[in-house]
């Protein structure tokens, strides 16, 4: 698959401002503050400033939607974790999230790490969530040019220490070079 058009629409906060719903599933992205989501979506897209990043954490404080080859949606969910924001506000966001991955849109959810980090709490605790409620969900390591071989060997055994998934069952993706990118590609146009 090849993207050909990815245009923003909509920032929306609460149910009443989701676009239109169309007839494919959406891909929505959802991780930690600083892992790199809005970077995925401008690399796998071809557009650099598609997705507003920043080196601050916790920009992305609204869920954004973008429609790709005028077809579905890719939905930039607001970060948890790092940022450095009042309790409140956290709270907030976790209600965004939560009242858009228990919407009946039509989904599949992306949940990024860094494949540098051992997955935390929030991070577990989002895989847990996600599998009890029955949304299906596909797992990106993020930032897969951090590592060489080796050390990513390493860090996988950490990870799985917490997490247990087949290397085969997940995706690794680097926004600095494109790997994983034909992957990613693939596997959207399997589950459209």
């Known amino acids: 698959m090849e993207i050909k058009h990815a245009d923003f629409v909509i920032s929306a906060v609460e149910k009443n401002g989701y ?14 503050s600083n ?8 690399s796998v897209t071809n557009r650099k400033k598609l997705a507003k990043t920043s080196k601050t954490p916790g920009r992305t404080q609204l869920i954004n939607y973008f429609l790709i080859n005028k077809k579905f949606y890719f939905v930039d969910l607001p970060g948890y974790g790092f940022a450095k924001v009042p309790k409140a506000v956290k709270d907030n966001w976790g209600k965004i999230i939560g009242d858009y991955l228990q919407s009946d849109r039509k989904k599949l959810v992306f949940v990024l790490l860094d494949i540098r980090r ?3 709490g929030e991070d577990l605790e989002m895989l847990r969530w996600l599998e009890h409620n ?9 930032k897969v040019d951090k ?3 080796n050390e990513k060997f390493k ?5 799985k220490k917490k997490l247990v ?4 069952d997940v995706l690794f993706y680097s926004s600095l070079n494109n790997t994983g990118k034909q992957e990613l590609l693939d596997f959207i146009k399997e589950n459209l």
């Open 35 to 42: 892992v790199g989501k809005s970077s995925l979506i401008n």
């Open 147 to 149: 590592l060489s071989n």
């Open 118 to 120: 051992v997955p935390s």
């Open 134 to 142: 029955e949304v299906d969900y596909k797992i990106i390591f993020t």
């Open 19 to 32: 676009p239109e719903q169309l007839e494919y599933t959406e891909f929505a992205f959802v991780g930690k």
């Open 155 to 159: 860090q996988l055994k950490e990870i």
């Open 165 to 168: 998934f087949d290397n085969n």
